[in-house]
């Protein structure tokens, strides 16, 4: 399931600008841009993808740790919303890029 979502989000990367919508994920992206340093929209929403796996991997891994009774309710509670809230980005942004590509296939050239 990992590997479907960073596909996709990684090729939304190459077709559109990505709006900021998390708070867990826009400050890796805002301080790639701040920074300077791999000024490029590709390095940009690379970052923020990797950033996006690694929540959703935090979330996986705290649900686990809970199960086996390593992890508090709220460290799970925390950890999965976060989780939700970068699969719920990944999401908008692939809408956001077929809407892109369905615009550009209208054009008249």
């Given at each position: 399931m990992l590997e479907a979502i960073s596909s996709t989000a990684i090729s939304a990367g190459q077709a559109v600008a990505r709006a900021t919508e998390t708070q867990a994920i826009a400050p890796a992206a805002t301080s790639a841009i701040q920074s300077g340093e791999?000024?490029?929209?590709d390095s940009v929403l690379k970052q923020v993808t990797s950033d996006a796996i690694g929540t959703l991997k935090a979330g996986e891994a705290a649900s686990i740790s809970a199960m086996q009774g390593k992890e508090s309710t709220r460290r799970v509670v925390e950890a999965l919303?976060?989780?939700?809230?970068?699969?719920?980005?990944?999401?908008?942004?692939?809408?956001?890029?077929v809407q892109a590509y369905q615009e550009v296939v209208r054009m008249s050239i």
């Open positions: 791999g000024a490029g929209f919303m976060s989780a939700e809230q970068a699969l719920q980005t990944a999401v908008a942004v692939r809408d956001k890029v």
